[in-house]
Protein backbone atom coordinates (compact mmCIF):
# COMPACT_ATOMS: atom_id res chain seq x y z
CA UNK A 1 0.00 0.00 0.00
CA UNK A 2 0.99 3.39 -1.10
CA UNK A 3 0.13 6.41 1.15
CA UNK A 4 0.40 10.11 1.06
CA UNK A 5 0.70 11.75 4.21
CA UNK A 6 0.13 15.06 5.19
CA UNK A 7 3.72 16.40 4.94
CA UNK A 8 3.43 16.50 1.15
CA UNK A 9 2.85 19.92 -0.34
CA UNK A 10 1.85 19.15 -4.15
CA UNK A 11 5.75 20.18 -5.24
CA UNK A 12 4.89 17.78 -8.18
CA UNK A 13 8.82 16.05 -7.94
CA UNK A 14 7.38 12.31 -7.90
CA UNK A 15 5.07 12.75 -11.09
CA UNK A 16 7.91 12.62 -13.90
CA UNK A 17 9.98 9.90 -12.02
CA UNK A 18 6.81 7.06 -11.64
CA UNK A 19 7.98 4.68 -14.45
CA UNK A 20 3.87 3.97 -14.53
CA UNK A 21 2.92 6.98 -15.25
CA UNK A 22 0.12 6.53 -11.37
CA UNK A 23 1.07 10.14 -9.78
CA UNK A 24 -0.67 13.05 -10.44
CA UNK A 25 -1.56 16.17 -7.96
CA UNK A 26 -4.36 17.51 -7.14
CA UNK A 27 -5.52 20.18 -4.48
CA UNK A 28 -1.55 20.39 -3.87
CA UNK A 29 -1.41 16.94 -2.89
CA UNK A 30 0.13 13.50 -4.41
CA UNK A 31 -2.35 11.30 -5.88
CA UNK A 32 -1.83 7.93 -6.67
CA UNK A 33 -3.20 5.50 -9.39
CA UNK A 34 -4.46 2.05 -9.75
CA UNK A 35 -0.98 2.11 -12.38
CA UNK A 36 1.65 1.90 -9.04
CA UNK A 37 3.26 -0.73 -8.53
CA UNK A 38 5.13 0.17 -5.45
CA UNK A 39 7.98 0.11 -7.37
CA UNK A 40 9.40 2.95 -4.52
CA UNK A 41 10.79 5.51 -7.49
CA UNK A 42 8.85 8.41 -5.55
CA UNK A 43 10.04 8.01 -2.30
CA UNK A 44 13.43 8.45 -3.58
CA UNK A 45 12.83 11.96 -5.04
CA UNK A 46 10.51 13.25 -1.93
CA UNK A 47 12.77 15.41 -0.27
CA UNK A 48 10.01 15.76 2.75
CA UNK A 49 9.62 11.84 2.87
CA UNK A 50 5.71 12.53 2.73
CA UNK A 51 5.19 9.00 0.90
CA UNK A 52 5.40 5.90 2.69
CA UNK A 53 4.97 2.53 1.28
CA UNK A 54 4.19 -1.08 3.14
CA UNK A 55 4.34 -3.82 0.86
CA UNK A 56 1.53 -6.96 1.40
CA UNK A 57 3.74 -9.84 2.93
CA UNK A 58 4.54 -12.09 0.11
CA UNK A 59 2.91 -14.98 2.28
CA UNK A 60 -0.71 -13.58 2.02
CA UNK A 61 -0.91 -15.94 -1.64
CA UNK A 62 2.45 -18.00 -2.11
CA UNK A 63 0.17 -19.78 -5.30
CA UNK A 64 0.29 -16.42 -6.82
CA UNK A 65 4.25 -16.14 -8.05
CA UNK A 66 5.00 -18.19 -10.47
CA UNK A 67 7.82 -18.64 -13.03
CA UNK A 68 12.00 -18.75 -12.82
CA UNK A 69 13.47 -15.44 -13.99
CA UNK A 70 16.48 -15.04 -14.81
CA UNK A 71 18.27 -11.55 -14.89
CA UNK A 72 20.55 -11.03 -18.30
CA UNK A 73 23.81 -8.99 -18.18
CA UNK A 74 25.62 -7.62 -21.18
CA UNK A 75 28.81 -7.02 -21.76
CA UNK A 76 30.42 -4.62 -24.02
CA UNK A 77 32.43 -6.04 -26.64
CA UNK A 78 35.92 -4.61 -26.60
CA UNK A 79 38.67 -4.79 -29.76
CA UNK A 80 42.26 -4.00 -29.87
CA UNK A 81 43.03 -0.36 -29.70
CA UNK A 82 46.15 2.03 -30.08
CA UNK A 83 49.11 0.91 -28.87
CA UNK A 84 48.04 -3.01 -27.79
CA UNK A 85 45.38 -1.40 -25.20
CA UNK A 86 41.69 -2.62 -25.72
CA UNK A 87 39.10 -0.16 -26.60
CA UNK A 88 34.91 -0.28 -25.69
CA UNK A 89 33.16 -0.48 -29.14
CA UNK A 90 29.08 0.15 -28.73
CA UNK A 91 28.44 -3.53 -29.80
CA UNK A 92 27.51 -5.84 -26.58
CA UNK A 93 27.39 -9.16 -26.10
CA UNK A 94 25.76 -11.71 -23.47
CA UNK A 95 27.88 -12.44 -20.73
CA UNK A 96 28.66 -16.18 -20.35
CA UNK A 97 27.16 -16.17 -16.75
CA UNK A 98 23.48 -16.03 -18.62
CA UNK A 99 24.04 -18.87 -20.54
CA UNK A 100 24.68 -20.85 -16.94
CA UNK A 101 22.58 -19.31 -15.21
CA UNK A 102 19.58 -20.28 -18.10
CA UNK A 103 20.97 -23.55 -18.46
CA UNK A 104 20.21 -24.28 -14.75
CA UNK A 105 17.19 -22.43 -14.51
CA UNK A 106 15.77 -24.80 -17.33
CA UNK A 107 16.55 -27.78 -15.19
CA UNK A 108 15.01 -25.98 -12.10
CA UNK A 109 12.10 -24.55 -13.79
CA UNK A 110 11.13 -28.16 -15.22
CA UNK A 111 11.13 -29.52 -11.73
CA UNK A 112 8.81 -27.35 -10.27
CA UNK A 113 6.43 -27.50 -13.68
CA UNK A 114 6.84 -23.26 -14.62
CA UNK A 115 8.35 -21.19 -16.83
CA UNK A 116 12.09 -20.01 -17.52
CA UNK A 117 11.74 -16.36 -17.84
CA UNK A 118 14.64 -13.68 -19.38
CA UNK A 119 14.92 -10.32 -18.03
CA UNK A 120 16.55 -8.41 -20.42
CA UNK A 121 17.27 -4.84 -19.44
CA UNK A 122 19.34 -2.64 -21.79
CA UNK A 123 19.50 -0.27 -25.19
CA UNK A 124 19.39 -2.15 -28.49
CA UNK A 125 19.70 -5.32 -26.73
CA UNK A 126 16.50 -6.93 -28.43
CA UNK A 127 18.91 -8.65 -30.89
CA UNK A 128 19.89 -11.33 -28.15
CA UNK A 129 16.18 -12.69 -27.57
CA UNK A 130 17.24 -15.84 -29.94
CA UNK A 131 19.98 -16.56 -27.85
CA UNK A 132 18.44 -16.47 -24.88
CA UNK A 133 15.42 -18.58 -25.82
CA UNK A 134 18.56 -20.71 -27.43
CA UNK A 135 19.38 -21.61 -23.80
CA UNK A 136 16.16 -22.22 -22.58
CA UNK A 137 13.95 -19.06 -22.01
CA UNK A 138 10.43 -19.66 -22.78
CA UNK A 139 9.78 -15.99 -22.70
CA UNK A 140 11.76 -12.70 -22.83
CA UNK A 141 10.73 -9.71 -20.80
CA UNK A 142 12.57 -6.51 -22.50
CA UNK A 143 12.96 -3.23 -21.17
CA UNK A 144 14.59 -0.94 -23.83
CA UNK A 145 15.38 2.25 -23.44
CA UNK A 146 18.16 4.92 -24.40
CA UNK A 147 18.72 5.75 -20.60
CA UNK A 148 19.30 2.36 -19.84
CA UNK A 149 22.25 2.32 -22.49
CA UNK A 150 24.77 1.69 -19.25
CA UNK A 151 23.99 -0.14 -15.87
CA UNK A 152 22.72 2.07 -13.06
CA UNK A 153 21.75 1.01 -9.63
CA UNK A 154 18.64 3.04 -9.17
CA UNK A 155 17.00 2.86 -13.07
CA UNK A 156 17.91 -0.72 -13.33
CA UNK A 157 16.16 -1.70 -9.70
CA UNK A 158 13.29 0.18 -10.54
CA UNK A 159 12.69 -1.23 -13.95
CA UNK A 160 13.38 -4.87 -12.29
CA UNK A 161 11.35 -3.88 -8.77
CA UNK A 162 8.58 -2.96 -11.84
CA UNK A 163 8.48 -5.94 -13.63
CA UNK A 164 8.75 -8.03 -10.05
CA UNK A 165 5.80 -6.06 -8.86
CA UNK A 166 4.01 -6.84 -12.15
CA UNK A 167 4.53 -10.10 -13.05
CA UNK A 168 5.00 -12.17 -9.63
CA UNK A 169 8.00 -14.59 -10.13
CA UNK A 170 8.62 -17.47 -7.97
CA UNK A 171 12.35 -17.38 -8.22
CA UNK A 172 14.89 -14.48 -9.40
CA UNK A 173 18.59 -15.64 -10.39
CA UNK A 174 21.44 -13.27 -10.62
CA UNK A 175 25.31 -13.39 -11.86
CA UNK A 176 26.91 -12.82 -8.96
CA UNK A 177 29.17 -10.49 -11.07
CA UNK A 178 29.82 -6.51 -9.91
CA UNK A 179 26.80 -5.68 -11.87
CA UNK A 180 24.75 -8.73 -10.14
CA UNK A 181 25.71 -8.01 -6.55
CA UNK A 182 24.95 -4.35 -6.84
CA UNK A 183 21.53 -4.74 -8.11
CA UNK A 184 20.31 -7.95 -6.36
CA UNK A 185 20.35 -6.54 -3.14
CA UNK A 186 18.46 -3.55 -3.70
CA UNK A 187 16.26 -4.95 -4.84
CA UNK A 188 15.88 -7.54 -2.34
CA UNK A 189 16.17 -4.46 0.35
CA UNK A 190 13.13 -2.49 -1.51
CA UNK A 191 10.89 -5.59 -1.77
CA UNK A 192 11.86 -7.39 1.17
CA UNK A 193 12.38 -10.54 -0.33
CA UNK A 194 15.16 -12.70 0.88
CA UNK A 195 18.28 -13.35 -1.15
CA UNK A 196 21.24 -15.83 -0.65
CA UNK A 197 24.64 -14.29 -2.28
CA UNK A 198 27.27 -16.47 -4.30
CA UNK A 199 25.64 -20.04 -4.06
CA UNK A 200 27.81 -22.73 -5.28
CA UNK A 201 24.59 -25.18 -5.77
CA UNK A 202 20.82 -24.41 -6.44
CA UNK A 203 18.24 -27.27 -6.67
CA UNK A 204 14.11 -28.04 -5.67
CA UNK A 205 13.31 -29.01 -2.79
CA UNK A 206 9.31 -29.56 -1.68
CA UNK A 207 9.04 -27.18 -4.32
CA UNK A 208 11.20 -24.16 -2.70
CA UNK A 209 14.51 -23.45 -3.98
CA UNK A 210 17.40 -24.81 -2.28
CA UNK A 211 19.98 -22.62 -1.92
CA UNK A 212 23.36 -23.71 -1.49
CA UNK A 213 26.53 -21.87 -0.44
CA UNK A 214 29.99 -21.85 2.01
CA UNK A 215 28.98 -20.14 5.29
CA UNK A 216 31.69 -19.45 8.15
CA UNK A 217 35.11 -19.44 5.74
CA UNK A 218 33.79 -21.79 3.61
CA UNK A 219 34.30 -24.58 6.52
CA UNK A 220 30.46 -25.69 5.81
CA UNK A 221 28.13 -25.20 3.05
CA UNK A 222 24.64 -24.12 3.99
CA UNK A 223 21.52 -25.57 3.01
CA UNK A 224 18.97 -22.05 2.55
CA UNK A 225 15.24 -22.17 2.13
CA UNK A 226 13.03 -19.09 1.88
CA UNK A 227 9.70 -20.56 2.30
CA UNK A 228 7.65 -17.76 3.59
CA UNK A 229 8.18 -14.51 0.99
CA UNK A 230 8.12 -14.15 -2.84
CA UNK A 231 10.36 -13.93 -4.82
CA UNK A 232 13.38 -16.48 -3.63
CA UNK A 233 16.51 -14.65 -5.03
CA UNK A 234 19.48 -15.97 -5.40
CA UNK A 235 22.91 -14.69 -7.16
CA UNK A 236 25.87 -17.75 -8.61
CA UNK A 237 29.22 -16.63 -9.59
CA UNK A 238 30.28 -17.19 -13.10
CA UNK A 239 32.02 -20.70 -13.65
CA UNK A 240 29.93 -21.92 -11.04
CA UNK A 241 27.04 -24.08 -13.02
CA UNK A 242 27.89 -25.71 -16.36
CA UNK A 243 25.77 -24.36 -19.41
CA UNK A 244 24.21 -26.56 -21.98
CA UNK A 245 24.73 -27.08 -25.39
CA UNK A 246 22.25 -24.08 -27.01
CA UNK A 247 19.25 -25.19 -29.11
CA UNK A 248 19.06 -22.58 -32.13
CA UNK A 249 15.70 -23.35 -33.30
CA UNK A 250 13.82 -22.86 -29.92
CA UNK A 251 11.90 -19.68 -30.04
CA UNK A 252 10.76 -17.91 -26.63
CA UNK A 253 7.29 -15.45 -26.18
CA UNK A 254 8.53 -11.78 -26.51
CA UNK A 255 6.98 -9.76 -23.48
CA UNK A 256 7.73 -6.07 -24.42
CA UNK A 257 7.11 -3.81 -20.85
CA UNK A 258 7.36 0.08 -21.46
CA UNK A 259 8.06 1.76 -18.29
CA UNK A 260 8.68 5.21 -17.84
CA UNK A 261 12.10 5.87 -17.50
CA UNK A 262 13.23 9.14 -15.69
CA UNK A 263 16.82 9.86 -15.34
CA UNK A 264 16.56 12.16 -12.62
CA UNK A 265 15.97 9.15 -10.42
CA UNK A 266 19.28 8.03 -11.22
CA UNK A 267 21.93 9.04 -8.92
CA UNK A 268 25.46 7.79 -10.47
CA UNK A 269 26.27 9.27 -13.90
CA UNK A 270 28.71 7.30 -16.25
CA UNK A 271 31.18 10.00 -16.97
CA UNK A 272 33.96 7.76 -18.79
CA UNK A 273 34.24 4.60 -19.51
CA UNK A 274 37.81 2.85 -18.75
CA UNK A 275 39.01 -0.67 -18.92
CA UNK A 276 40.72 -1.72 -15.97
CA UNK A 277 44.53 -2.78 -17.57
CA UNK A 278 45.44 -6.07 -16.03
CA UNK A 279 49.23 -5.80 -16.43
CA UNK A 280 49.76 -7.90 -19.24
CA UNK A 281 47.61 -10.86 -17.05
CA UNK A 282 45.60 -12.78 -18.90
CA UNK A 283 42.05 -13.25 -17.36
CA UNK A 284 41.29 -16.54 -15.21
CA UNK A 285 37.91 -16.75 -15.76
CA UNK A 286 37.22 -18.02 -19.28
CA UNK A 287 40.67 -19.43 -19.60
CA UNK A 288 40.53 -22.94 -20.54
CA UNK A 289 43.95 -24.11 -19.03
CA UNK A 290 45.17 -22.38 -15.74
CA UNK A 291 48.64 -22.97 -14.11
CA UNK A 292 48.28 -21.84 -10.82
CA UNK A 293 50.94 -20.76 -8.15
CA UNK A 294 50.90 -21.12 -4.76
CA UNK A 295 53.05 -20.07 -0.97
CA UNK A 296 55.23 -22.97 -2.25
CA UNK A 297 56.03 -20.96 -5.51
CA UNK A 298 57.91 -18.38 -2.95
CA UNK A 299 58.95 -15.67 -5.06
CA UNK A 300 58.42 -13.56 -8.37
CA UNK A 301 61.09 -15.05 -10.00
CA UNK A 302 60.15 -18.52 -9.39
CA UNK A 303 56.55 -17.72 -10.96
CA UNK A 304 58.31 -16.95 -14.63
CA UNK A 305 58.63 -20.95 -15.19
CA UNK A 306 54.77 -20.93 -14.21
CA UNK A 307 53.77 -17.99 -16.72
CA UNK A 308 56.25 -19.78 -19.58
CA UNK A 309 54.28 -22.86 -19.42
CA UNK A 310 50.71 -20.95 -19.19
CA UNK A 311 52.30 -19.40 -22.49
CA UNK A 312 52.89 -22.75 -23.67
CA UNK A 313 49.65 -24.17 -23.25
CA UNK A 314 47.30 -20.67 -24.60
CA UNK A 315 46.80 -20.14 -20.76
CA UNK A 316 46.56 -17.86 -17.99
CA UNK A 317 48.46 -17.81 -14.10
CA UNK A 318 46.42 -18.25 -11.54
CA UNK A 319 47.27 -17.87 -7.59
CA UNK A 320 46.49 -19.19 -4.22
CA UNK A 321 45.32 -16.20 -1.75
CA UNK A 322 48.66 -16.66 0.00
CA UNK A 323 50.64 -15.78 -3.36
CA UNK A 324 48.51 -12.83 -3.72
CA UNK A 325 49.09 -11.98 0.02
CA UNK A 326 52.86 -12.45 -0.64
CA UNK A 327 52.56 -9.95 -3.85
CA UNK A 328 53.35 -12.26 -6.09
CA UNK A 329 50.39 -12.13 -8.43
CA UNK A 330 47.89 -9.37 -8.35
CA UNK A 331 44.64 -10.23 -6.65
CA UNK A 332 42.60 -10.53 -10.28
CA UNK A 333 44.78 -13.74 -10.95
CA UNK A 334 43.13 -15.45 -7.25
CA UNK A 335 41.27 -18.28 -7.23
CA UNK A 336 39.44 -19.27 -4.59
CA UNK A 337 36.07 -18.19 -2.24
CA UNK A 338 37.27 -14.50 -2.45
CA UNK A 339 38.73 -14.71 -5.70
CA UNK A 340 37.71 -15.59 -8.89
CA UNK A 341 35.35 -18.94 -9.17
CA UNK A 342 37.17 -21.05 -12.76
CA UNK A 343 36.24 -23.58 -14.76
CA UNK A 344 39.32 -24.58 -16.96
CA UNK A 345 39.53 -27.92 -19.02
CA UNK A 346 42.82 -28.39 -17.44
CA UNK A 347 43.89 -26.71 -13.59
CA UNK A 348 47.62 -27.16 -12.57
CA UNK A 349 47.71 -26.40 -9.04
CA UNK A 350 51.62 -25.77 -8.06
CA UNK A 351 52.66 -25.58 -4.44
CA UNK A 352 49.41 -24.93 -3.08
CA UNK A 353 48.08 -27.01 -0.45
CA UNK A 354 44.14 -27.19 -1.22
CA UNK A 355 42.57 -25.59 1.56
CA UNK A 356 38.42 -25.67 1.10
CA UNK A 357 38.60 -21.69 0.40
CA UNK A 358 40.82 -22.43 -2.36
CA UNK A 359 39.20 -25.85 -3.68
CA UNK A 360 35.35 -24.26 -3.53
CA UNK A 361 36.75 -22.21 -6.58
CA UNK A 362 38.53 -24.26 -8.76
CA UNK A 363 36.67 -27.89 -8.18
CA UNK A 364 35.03 -27.99 -11.46
CA UNK A 365 38.25 -28.01 -13.56
CA UNK A 366 37.87 -30.84 -15.73
CA UNK A 367 40.91 -32.18 -15.15
CA UNK A 368 43.35 -31.25 -12.00
CA UNK A 369 46.78 -31.54 -12.05
CA UNK A 370 48.68 -31.08 -8.57
CA UNK A 371 52.07 -30.88 -7.67
CA UNK A 372 53.01 -30.79 -4.33
CA UNK A 373 55.87 -31.87 -1.86
CA UNK A 374 53.69 -33.14 0.88
CA UNK A 375 52.49 -36.48 -0.11
CA UNK A 376 48.91 -35.39 2.21
CA UNK A 377 48.35 -32.32 0.52
CA UNK A 378 45.00 -32.12 0.62
CA UNK A 379 44.67 -30.82 -3.13
CA UNK A 380 45.23 -34.51 -4.00
CA UNK A 381 41.96 -35.53 -2.78
CA UNK A 382 40.48 -33.03 -6.01
CA UNK A 383 43.03 -34.30 -8.20
CA UNK A 384 43.02 -36.42 -11.15
CA UNK A 385 46.82 -36.68 -11.57
CA UNK A 386 48.74 -36.55 -8.32
CA UNK A 387 52.57 -35.42 -8.66
CA UNK A 388 54.37 -35.10 -4.72
CA UNK A 389 58.06 -33.65 -5.76
CA UNK A 390 59.73 -30.31 -5.48
CA UNK A 391 57.58 -27.96 -8.53
CA UNK A 392 60.89 -26.11 -8.55
CA UNK A 393 62.61 -29.41 -10.12
CA UNK A 394 59.35 -30.88 -11.93
CA UNK A 395 58.29 -27.06 -13.35
CA UNK A 396 61.11 -26.80 -15.35
CA UNK A 397 61.61 -29.96 -16.95
CA UNK A 398 57.76 -29.96 -17.88
CA UNK A 399 58.62 -26.81 -19.78
CA UNK A 400 61.16 -27.90 -21.70
CA UNK A 401 59.50 -30.99 -22.76
CA UNK A 402 56.62 -28.72 -24.04
CA UNK A 403 59.04 -26.26 -26.22
CA UNK A 404 60.65 -29.88 -27.49
CA UNK A 405 57.21 -31.07 -28.58
CA UNK A 406 56.43 -27.53 -30.36
CA UNK A 407 59.82 -27.79 -32.13
C1 LIG B 1 37.25 -16.17 4.39
C2 LIG B 1 38.44 -16.75 3.70
C3 LIG B 1 38.50 -16.66 2.32
C4 LIG B 1 39.59 -17.20 1.64
N1 LIG B 1 39.62 -17.12 0.30
C5 LIG B 1 40.62 -17.74 -0.37
C6 LIG B 1 40.65 -17.77 -1.80
O1 LIG B 1 39.79 -17.16 -2.48
N2 LIG B 1 41.65 -18.43 -2.40
C7 LIG B 1 42.65 -19.08 -1.71
O2 LIG B 1 43.53 -19.67 -2.34
N3 LIG B 1 42.65 -19.06 -0.37
C8 LIG B 1 41.68 -18.40 0.31
N4 LIG B 1 41.72 -18.36 1.68
C9 LIG B 1 42.96 -18.81 2.36
C10 LIG B 1 43.06 -20.31 2.53
O3 LIG B 1 42.46 -20.69 3.73
C11 LIG B 1 44.54 -20.75 2.57
O4 LIG B 1 45.21 -20.04 3.59
C12 LIG B 1 45.29 -20.52 1.27
O5 LIG B 1 44.57 -21.05 0.18
C13 LIG B 1 46.68 -21.18 1.33
O6 LIG B 1 47.39 -20.91 0.17
P1 LIG B 1 48.52 -21.90 -0.31
O7 LIG B 1 47.95 -23.25 -0.54
O8 LIG B 1 49.24 -21.24 -1.43
O9 LIG B 1 49.53 -21.88 0.92
P2 LIG B 1 49.84 -23.03 1.99
O10 LIG B 1 48.60 -23.53 2.63
O11 LIG B 1 50.91 -22.49 2.86
O12 LIG B 1 50.41 -24.24 1.12
C14 LIG B 1 51.62 -24.20 0.46
C15 LIG B 1 51.84 -25.59 -0.13
O13 LIG B 1 53.00 -25.58 -0.94
C16 LIG B 1 53.66 -26.82 -0.78
N5 LIG B 1 55.05 -26.60 -1.15
C17 LIG B 1 55.97 -25.80 -0.53
N6 LIG B 1 57.12 -25.80 -1.22
C18 LIG B 1 56.94 -26.62 -2.28
C19 LIG B 1 57.76 -27.04 -3.36
N7 LIG B 1 59.03 -26.60 -3.49
N8 LIG B 1 57.27 -27.91 -4.26
C20 LIG B 1 55.99 -28.37 -4.15
N9 LIG B 1 55.16 -28.01 -3.16
C21 LIG B 1 55.63 -27.15 -2.23
C22 LIG B 1 53.48 -27.17 0.69
O14 LIG B 1 53.59 -28.57 0.90
C23 LIG B 1 52.04 -26.66 0.93
O15 LIG B 1 51.10 -27.71 0.71
C24 LIG B 1 40.65 -17.82 2.38
C25 LIG B 1 40.56 -17.90 3.77
C26 LIG B 1 39.49 -17.37 4.41
C27 LIG B 1 39.41 -17.50 5.90
Known amino acids: MIEITSKCTGCSRCVPVCPFGA ?36 SADLSAWKGLWVFVETAPVLKPGKGGHLEITDAKTLKPVTHELLSAGRKLADELGQELCAVLV ?9 ELASYGADKVYLVQDEA ?35 LAPRIAAEIHAGLTADCTGLSIKDGLLLQTRPAFGGNIMADILCPNMRPQMATVRPNVLRK ?55 TKDKFKVLEELADLLGG ?86 LKEKKK
Open 122 to 130: GDQVEGFVD
Open 244 to 298: DEPQPLKKAALVRETPKIDKNVARVKTLEKRITAVHGEKKIDQANVIVSGGRGVK
Open 316 to 401: AVGASRAAVDMGLKPKTQQVGQSGTTVMPRLYLACGISGAIQHIVGMRASDVIVAINKDPNAPIFSVAKYAIVGDLHDILPRLAAG
Open 148 to 182: LKDYNTDLYAMVVIGLIAKHKPNIVLYPATYVGRD
Open 23 to 58: IHVADKKAVVGEACTLCGACVQVCALEAIEISRPEA
